[in-house]
């Protein structure tokens, strides 16, 4: 369990009208704006009695409740991360391959194992770039999909890695097991993300959203499911589970966003069949093309080793 945060509560000040839940917050506690985006993510910041996302807006007057982060006393020592193995490691990157359960960097109400906290415990160090809570960290994967992540060791590699994916130069891959078939079986997913109108802990596309693009294939085709090729254009949170959600052709075991329980359970899955398989940059050292791959773990295997006995 984590420690106990400190419970603030206070009407919005007149002069934070109209900002974003995320940047009031940095302002008022003197977050950095990441730290306020988690703790909204986490679900700890109420509005007139509802949580809120980091996204909504703030109306002076309203009755904001905010459970903060405990006071910082000494840092455990970071502990090792088992099955998180590094692919690749230079004077710039570090290329890991992520297990299940293992999220990318600290958060509030995240008290499990980090990528981050992994690498610190065998020896390695990051960039100090970014927020204290995502120093050299560029971009995430849940912490039950596994996969690729790149992580930047020099202050050079955070700037150029950062830029490269918002510029989006990067080539993500992902292969997702969804229920059913996809028709066309091969296409593009081009639709808004946002927070779910009703569940402020799950996104949903919706109109008005950020601009979200997702383009697949099918790979190989069974009875109950299909194995997708996915290249991510965009990377917004839960983005490849929102949108084969909306196409009704669910992740397998991925009840969140509506999968079949019992097809996952006939497979002997628990989370959600998502696995980066694939990841290439422009190297920050010389600007050359590297690119790496990820054999599927043993639960994902596994799954697509019944279905191809079963076909």
Sequence with gaps: MSAPGLHRALPVPDGLEGQRVDQGLARLFGLSRAAAADLADAERVWVDGRVRGKGDRLTGGSWLEVELPPPPGEAPPPEPVPGLTVVHDDDDVVVVDKPVGVA??????????TVSGGLAAAGYRISTSGAAERQGIVHRLDAATTGLMVVA????????????????????????????????????????????????????VVSGGRPSVTHYEVIEAFAAASLVDI????????????????LRHPCVGDATYGADPTLAARLGVSRQWLHAVRLGFAHPA??????????????????????????
């Design 104 to 113: 990318a960097h600290p958060s509030p109400g995240w008290d499990g194992p």
């Design 153 to 204: 060791k020099s202050e050079r590699a955070y700037t150029l890695l950062k830029a490269a994916f918002k510029e989006r130069t990067v080539d993500k891959g992902y292969h997702a097991l969804v229920q059913g078939h996809p028709d066309p079986s091969r296409g593009t997913i081009d639709a808004p993300i946002d927070r779910h109108p009703r569940s402020d802990w799950k996104f949903a």
């Design 231 to 246: 290249h991510l254009e965009t990377g917004r949170t839960h983005q490849i589970r929102v949108h084969f959600s909306a």
């Design 286 to 311: 010389d600007g050359s093309w590297v690119e790496f791959t990820s054999d599927y773990p043993a639960d994902l295997a596994g799954a697509l080793a019944i279905l191809r006995a079963e076909s």
